[in-house]
């Protein structure tokens, strides 16, 4: 008679090297080509390479690494640079509080792991760790997070600097273009990881509504759609739920 052997328990490096690996497939292939053409936007400024890489890996933001761009080549403070990137990374704090919860273990993690967990969070990753976290070893959970985020900001950083030597060559609309394919990648996972009533009311709601906030031609027709359509779906959804319990 065979006794079954127990359970192999996996190393934080192992779990580490898992999110490493895990980070090679398509969310990394968006983010290069998004990041190549963020590179050749640099070069097209001025900014050294050794900065635009720099760049990458603390703003580690498209958005937010464009707005430095235009505003330090069109001559504004570095002040008034540094308050309009701060300002526009706070769209990432809610998702960094929805990872967060995934993240806590009864093991006590250094402060400084979980100030570089929050800093690795942008949109790729994000989408990504509520894809695979849930079934990730809670224990394990910390260093798969970073392994997928090291993978993924290894995979910008290298392409922002392919962006830069390829500036000049790539025609300029198609390293634009290139920019719009991960908020392409984010809407499109909007969808596949919607799980209930409100997440898709809220995806519904604000992509509808998303028309009538830019008759305003106030310039914040985003955040009108998703304050107001994220607004009215805990609303409906709050309303709906009593009914479907019933």
Known sequence: MT????PQTISQAGWYRRGLRQSAGLPAVILAATFVGIGSVCADFGMPLAWAMLATLLIWAGPAHLILVNGLGTGATWLAVGLTVGLSSVRLLPMVVSLMPYLRT??????????????MVAISIWVEGLRLLPSVDSEGRVPFFLGLATGLLA?????????????????????????FLTPIFFLLSLFTTARTLSDRLAIGIGIGGLPLASLAGDGLELLWAGLGGGTLAYLAARLLRPRAAA
Do not use: E, K, V
């Open 3 to 6: 006794t079954a052997s127990p």
């Open 106 to 119: 009864d093991r006590r993690r250094h402060p400084l792991i979980m100030i570089l967990c929050t800093h």
């Open 155 to 179: 995979s910008a950083t290298l392409a922002t600097a392919a962006g830069y030597g390829l500036a000049g060559i790539i025609p300029h609309a198609f390293a634009a273009g290139l920019l």
